[in-house]
């Protein structure tokens, strides 16, 4: 199940690639926000008909949870906007390596710190390695990048 779970994060990465590279290109002809829009609005829509047609019934609903739990709806905005602009600028390889190290960063302080309720998940060497490998992939790629546009 870890494997399946592992491939189908790979999976989800992929597309937000493909996604990345798509919007930056859509926000490039009709601006940066109506991409956004479009983004969010059949990303509602086809939400809205997997949780009326597969959707098991919870105990708990949207309005009995701590109101800072929806905040987390919210953080998908500025990302989605970010890329669009940052995929144009510096393009989806060094976009897309740059969240993934933003990601991994704080994902790894959440960690080791619990914050936002989950469990605990002690700041190792090799954790700190694989930051600063990532860190080092994106400097790779960025100054390959660079260079080729030279």
């Known amino acids: ?3 399946l779970m592992i491939l189908l994060a790979l999976l989800g ?4 690639s493909v996604q990345a590279a798509i919007n930056g290109r859509l926000g490039g002809q009709v601006g940066v926000l109506k991409c956004a829009f479009l983004t969010f609005s059949v990303g509602a829509l086809v939400t809205a008909l997997l949780i009326l047609y ?11 949870v701590p109101k800072w739990q929806l905040l987390g709806a919210m953080l998908g905005v500025p990302y989605i906007v970010i890329m669009v602009i940052a995929v144009q600028r510096i393009g989806a390889g060094v976009a897309t390596v740059a969240v ?10 959440i960690d080791n710190f619990g914050w936002l309720n989950n469990a605990s998940i002690a700041f190792s ?12 992939a994106l400097y790779f790629i960025y100054t390959s990048q660079k260079s080729a546009s030279s």
């Open 13 to 16: 990465g992929a597309t937000l």
């Open 1 to 3: 199940m870890t494997i």
């Open 54 to 64: 597969f959707e098991p019934k919870q105990a708990v609903t949207l309005l009995d």
């Open 100 to 109: 993934i190290f933003g990601q991994l960063a704080m994902s790894m302080l």
């Open 125 to 136: 060497p090799t954790r700190f390695a694989a930051v600063v490998c990532l860190a080092i």
